[in-house]
């Protein structure tokens, strides 16, 4: 894929999958300090009516933010699944089919490295790319923990 293009590739996906949450305070419930500015305001205070179609758009906002949300031991998951059996996997060998595996590659090296059973290590010598990224292969391998 050429660079203009995977670059134009990459921040649509950034785009898609760095959705902004915007949280606003309910006027009701911020307290001043003062009594008789807090007895002023609790008079004054309008509880913003939210409709039907407001909290469809938050509901459907917070589902994507979920959707696209994985935790290291989801993606650690998904590489030992990915090893079948081998005990070791490179990232150039895992597909990039749909989002939750385009995220797993992009955060496998992190996840790796932050999980006690895999060992990580950088490929110098062997290229990564595919649709999604190109740069540095990485090994990574189930770590054997010896007895005694």
Same mark, same amino acid.
């Given at each position: 894929?050429?660079? =203009?293009?995977?670059?134009?590739? /990459?921040?649509?996906?950034?785009?898609?999958?760095?959705? *902004?949450?915007v949280?606003?305070?309910?006027?009701?419930? *911020?307290?001043?300090?003062?009594?008789? +500015?807090?007895?002023?305001?609790?008079?004054? $205070?309008?509880?913003? +009516?939210?409709?039907? @179609?407001?909290? %469809?758009?938050?509901?459907?906002?917070?589902? +994507? @933010?979920?959707?696209?949300?994985? $935790?290291?031991?989801?993606? *650690?998951?998904? %590489?030992?699944?990915?090893?079948?059996?081998?005990?070791?996997? =490179? %990232?150039?060998?895992?597909? *990039?089919?749909? #989002?939750?595996?385009a995220? $797993?590659?992009?955060? #496998?090296?992190?996840?790796?490295?932050?999980?006690?059973?895999?060992?990580?290590?950088? /490929?110098?010598a062997?290229?990564?790319?595919?649709?999604?990224? $190109?740069?540095?292969?990485?090994?990574?391998?189930r770590?054997?923990i010896?007895?005694?």
């Amino acid at each position: 894929m050429p660079e =203009r293009d995977q670059r134009a590739w /990459l921040e649509r996906q950034g785009a898609a999958l760095a959705p *902004v949450s915007v949280a606003l305070y309910d006027p009701a419930a *911020v307290q001043p300090r003062k009594a008789a +500015e807090r007895n002023r305001a609790q008079a004054v $205070s309008i509880v913003p +009516e939210i409709t039907r @179609e407001e909290r %469809l758009r938050q509901f459907l906002r917070q589902a +994507e @933010e979920r959707a696209f949300s994985l $935790s290291h031991h989801d993606v *650690v998951d998904y %590489l030992l699944g990915s090893m079948r059996g081998t005990g070791a996997l =490179r %990232l150039s060998e895992l597909p *990039v089919d749909d #989002a939750i595996q385009a995220l $797993s590659l992009l955060r #496998a090296v992190e996840a790796a490295r932050d999980h006690e059973g895999l060992d990580v290590e950088r /490929l110098d010598a062997e290229p990564l790319d595919n649709a999604i990224m $190109s740069g540095t292969d990485y090994a990574i391998r189930r770590r054997h923990i010896g007895h005694g």
